[in-house]
């Protein structure tokens, strides 16, 4: 039958505690990444919206601080011109002008030309001798200055202007003299211009767009254009088509949302810009997501690391768990097959006995207890010649052959062995001896029962035939023998006659008595078992015997362990004990003991022993004190033993001898309880 090994409940558990564990480490890893993911974004998202404000709150002040310079710029340039305006005017009123005052004027103080034209808007006078002449050099001046000739303005400031026939910016005013002529300053507004890039809005949004590559754009907006922006903004929506934008520049606050521009996601922070009280337009703000990006991927990274270690760490742990359970289950089918191996080597109905040379006997099973009628601890660890005498023991151990017939006395009991030897090595290299030893001893005993028995019943039936015919003869003999003595009577030696005649007929009587008895022998009466107490038998016994025995000074002790019922023929089982007590009696003659013991056996048997203290026997009459007839009395017949064997065999009971010369002699029966 094969057996099933399943983990025991306290495996598994182990088992789902390790997985519980490493699940809730990995859930924990997984977690407190999606944790500082979604923190670290939160923490940009704050730290972006607060530096775009504060970037705003700077491009506003620098903005404001531009157009401050600007105008301050323009002020100054304006009141420099104006203030030589009314130093020419002067002259001009006082007609001291000439054209080397303006040229003058022109080298020294970085004017770079003076006109005066006439309220017909005709240059009368010029620090520069013009060399284009013709109706359009005249139209344009004539229209700026119409405010100046119609006497609507005194001081007229032109501002920035293209030169007609330069490729150059000049800033211009004009003074009205009192005859409505008008005084026109040009000073080169090259520089100016050049400040006012190097610090208008635009320049500003360049420089701290150019410091950075984490702002995509800025750009300063108003409803209808694009006031000054930072590279590519095609991109850029209207501040009318976004409700954001919308309510940002109209409700003039700091707002914040995340857009796609250029194809990218990019934080944008719009404020709007106010100067002097006037809106100018909505300040916004592009900054690139790509640190959280950075941040996402490197968790993303981490995750995926996390993901691995923990895949790694699994594998580990399964081969773990998985070589664990081979273990555990190969450990218990190796403890089966041990336990298995244990109990057959202890159950097993021949005696094991395992030894080395270092360690002695290692193993000594049940059997072996019993055959030697010795404890296992007593012998572990000991030698062979504890068990066996030093003789026996070297023929058990160093005769090479397999299987040997041992005749051994233990605990004073003859016994007859089959013992086998084998040899193996094991692991560490010792030379293991085994010894089964089987006791053949009943077995013997039975075959030997059963062979005597088979002698005597063919001896029997043999010799019943030649009775039979010998007893019809015989009483023939007898009848006419004791007709002789009757009728008959000789003429001389009557007496002899007669008592010779009676001497025939006794013979013939005895013949026919011993007939007789061999005749019971032969066909012996079937077996009629009955329930009676096994005490009962051997009480009557001795009542039977008190007298006779007391004479001879033998004494008989019981010796009964065990008194239970028996299911025996009672009349056959008194004669068994009659004619072995009789014997016993018989041997000893005078002064002895004759002692009957009764002891349990195992599978329904008892155990009876008769022992006397008698002669004993020699082994040559020991051996045929069961054949019919043997005697070795004057007077005896030879057939009682046979009856006592023929009763037990037909009980289904062992009849064994043991005997010596000096030792007296122990008649032993296992009977079966029950026939
Ligand atoms: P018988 O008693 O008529 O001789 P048995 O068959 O009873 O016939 O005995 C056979 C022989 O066995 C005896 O003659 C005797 O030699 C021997 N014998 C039997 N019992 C004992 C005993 N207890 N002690 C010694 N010898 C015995």
Redesign the pocket.
Same mark, same amino acid.
């Given at each position: 039958m094969r057996n099933k090994i399943r983990l025991s409940s306290k495996n598994s558990g182990q088992v789902r505690y390790i997985l519980l564990i490493f699940i809730l480490i990995a859930g924990l890893m997984i977690s407190s990444a999606i944790i500082e993911l979604r923190q670290s974004k939160k923490e940009l998202y704050q730290l972006m919206t607060e530096q775009a404000h504060s970037l705003l709150e700077s491009l506003i002040t620098a903005s404001q601080n531009t157009l401050y310079a600007t105008n301050y710029l323009n002020d100054l340039s304006r009141q420099r011109l104006i203030n030589y305006a009314e130093l020419i005017r002067q002259r001009y009123e006082q007609k001291r002008l000439t054209i080397h005052f303006l040229q003058d004027i022109t080298k020294h103080s970085d004017i770079y030309r003076i006109h005066i034209f006439d309220k017909h808007g005709k240059k009368i006078l010029s620090s520069y001798e013009s060399k284009h002449s013709g109706e359009s050099e005249r139209q344009e001046p004539l229209r700026i200055l119409e405010p100046i000739f119609k006497g609507e303005q005194d001081t007229l400031v032109i501002g920035y202007k293209k030169a007609r026939f330069a490729n150059q910016y000049l800033y211009v005013i004009a003074l009205a003299a009192e005859d409505r002529s008008a005084i026109v300053l040009n000073i080169d507004a090259e520089e100016m211009i050049k400040f006012r890039r190097n610090i208008d809005f635009g320049a500003l949004i360049k420089k701290v767009v150019g410091g950075t590559s984490r702002i995509v754009y800025i750009a300063l907006q108003n409803p209808q254009h694009i006031l000054a922006a930072s590279g590519n903004i095609s991109e850029l929506d209207n501040i009318e088509d976004s409700e954001f934008l919308r309510t940002a520049f109209s409700d003039s606050a700091f707002a914040t949302r995340i857009l796609s521009f250029d194809e990218q996601e990019v934080f944008e922070a719009v404020h709007p810009f106010i100067f002097a009280g006037e809106s100018i337009g909505l300040f916004r703000i592009g900054l690139s997501l790509d640190p959280i990006q950075d941040i996402n991927d490197r968790i993303y990274r981490r995750l995926i690391i996390i993901t691995i270690v923990l895949i790694i760490i699994g594998f580990v742990l399964f081969v773990y768990i998985f070589t664990r359970q081979r273990l555990h289950i190969l450990q218990k089918q190796y403890e089966v097959v041990e336990t298995y191996s244990g109990n057959i080597i202890e159950n097993v109905s021949d005696a094991i006995i395992v030894l080395d040379e270092k360690s002695g006997i290692k193993i000594f099973n049940s059997a072996a207890e019993k055959l030697f009628a010795t404890n296992k601890d007593e012998i572990l660890g000991k030698s062979l010649s504890v068990l066996f005498p030093a003789a026996e023991c070297r023929k058990v151990l160093e005769e090479p052959s397999l299987l040997k017939q041992l005749n051994c006395t233990i605990k004073n009991q003859r016994r007859e062995l089959l013992a086998s030897k084998s040899v193996f090595q094991d692991s560490d290299e010792n030379q293991n001896t085994i010894l089964v030893i089987r006791d053949v001893t009943e077995q013997r005993q039975m075959q030997a029962q059963l062979e005597r028995q088979q002698r005597l019943t063919a001896m029997g039936e043999l010799a019943s035939g030649v009775a039979h015919e010998i007893r019809n003869p015989l009483n023939t003999i007898g009848t006419i023998i004791q007709q002789l003595d009757k009728d008959f009577e000789p003429s001389a030696d009557k007496e002899e006659y007669h008592e010779l005649a009676g001497l025939v007929y006794n013979e013939v009587k005895r013949i026919n008595e011993t007939i007789q008895d061999f005749l019971k022998f032969a066909r012996p009466q079937p077996v009629q078992p009955s329930r009676f107490p096994l005490t009962e038998l051997f009480s009557d016994l001795q009542k039977q015997y008190s007298t006779s025995l007391r004479e001879k000074n033998i004494r008989l002790d019981l010796n009964l362990q065990w008194q239970g019922d028996v299911y025996w023929d009672g009349n056959q089982m008194k004669q068994v004990f009659i /004619?072995l007590i009789? /014997? $016993?009696v018989? $041997?000893i003659t005078e002064n002895g003991t004759i002692t009957l013991t009764v002891s349990p056996e195992k599978d329904g048997f008892v155990e009876i022993r008769l022992q006397?203290d =008698?002669? #004993?026997?020699p082994e040559k &009459?020991r051996q045929n004190?069961f054949n019919l007839y043997?005697? *070795?009395?004057a007077k =005896? *017949?030879? &057939? #009682?033993? !046979?009856i006592v064997q023929r009763i037990i065999f037909e009980h289904g009971g062992i009849l064994h001898v043991e !005997?010596a010369p000096g030792e007296g *002699?122990v008649f032993t029966i296992k009977m079966p309880v029950s026939v």
């Open positions: /004619n009789q /014997n $016993a018989e $041997a006397d =008698g002669p #004993g026997m &009459i004190i043997f005697t *070795t009395k =005896g *017949t030879g &057939i #009682g033993l !046979s !005997s *002699t």
